[in-house]
């Protein structure tokens, strides 16, 4: 089956503008979770949603937002980038809150 | 607050050695702990995971060891071979039961053949 599918693979983006980044979740998955990965503080976890609802919000900025679709596919949006969001942007599908499957990532730089 | 400690950040080993990563949690109420397996230029992959009813889980040459009393968790590989290399994360669940994966630093893992 496929796996988490996660668009684009590359961005890089200005100070100060904003970034929408896409998931879609392995078929039959409702929970997708969002990290983000950097050198300095490795994985952390940003938001999660189920049925198209956030459950649970992670230690980050209100310019970091999300949300997701009927269709489980889910999206997070980055407004005002600052250089510290460069990161990898890690996307997660579950079917039961354990086993999570990541997909490979959207590396973010932002100059 | 929630925090796990991994060691070591770096592992050097012969191929066919046994290597061995260490974990530990800081809140008794975690009771799931997965470890993943990230290779350059892709997400995190799940190669085995654990919950807290259960001491110790194998599969193949990888087996998790859990010790709920002094809240370490440890991953043991055996007959390592050069396409094991990779970073290694361990992670605990949040309390509460919500769906926050706390991570740990990550283990640098080098096989040599």
């Known amino acids: 089956k496929a796996g988490v599918t996660q668009t684009p693979r590359y961005l890089i983006k200005t100070r100060g503008q904003q970034v929408t980044l896409s998931c879609s979740p392995i078929?039959?998955?409702?929970?997708v979770s969002w990290y983000q990965q950097t050198p300095g503080q490795g994985l952390q976890f940003l938001f999660e949603?189920?049925?198209?609802?956030?459950?649970n919000k992670g230690n980050f900025p209100g310019r970091f937002s999300g949300r997701q679709f009927s269709n489980s596919r889910s999206e997070m949006n980055v407004s005002t980038l600052e250089l510290g969001d460069s990161a990898l942007y890690l996307c997660?599908?579950?079917?039961?809150?354990?086993?999570?499957?990541f997909g490979s990532g959207t590396r973010l730089t932002v100059v | 607050g929630e925090n796990v400690e991994q060691h070591p950040s770096t592992l050097s080993v012969q191929e066919g050695d046994s290597a061995v990563i260490k974990c530990t949690y800081s809140d008794s109420a975690s009771n799931y702990f997965p470890w993943y397996k990230q290779e350059l230029g892709k997400g995190p992959q799940l190669i085995i995971d654990i919950r807290s009813n259960v001491g110790e889980k194998k599969d193949q040459r990888i087996a998790v060891t859990l010790n709920k009393t002094a809240k370490h968790f440890s991953l043991h590989i055996t007959e390592t071979q050069p396409e094991d290399s990779a970073v290694y994360f361990c992670a605990a669940s949040s309390p509460f039961g919500t769906d926050k994966l706390i991570f740990g630093t990550g283990t640098r893992l080098q096989v040599f053949p």
């Open positions: 949603y189920f049925s198209e609802t956030q459950r």
């Open positions: 078929s039959g998955h409702r929970s």
């Open positions: 997660a599908s579950s079917l039961d809150r354990v086993g999570y499957t």
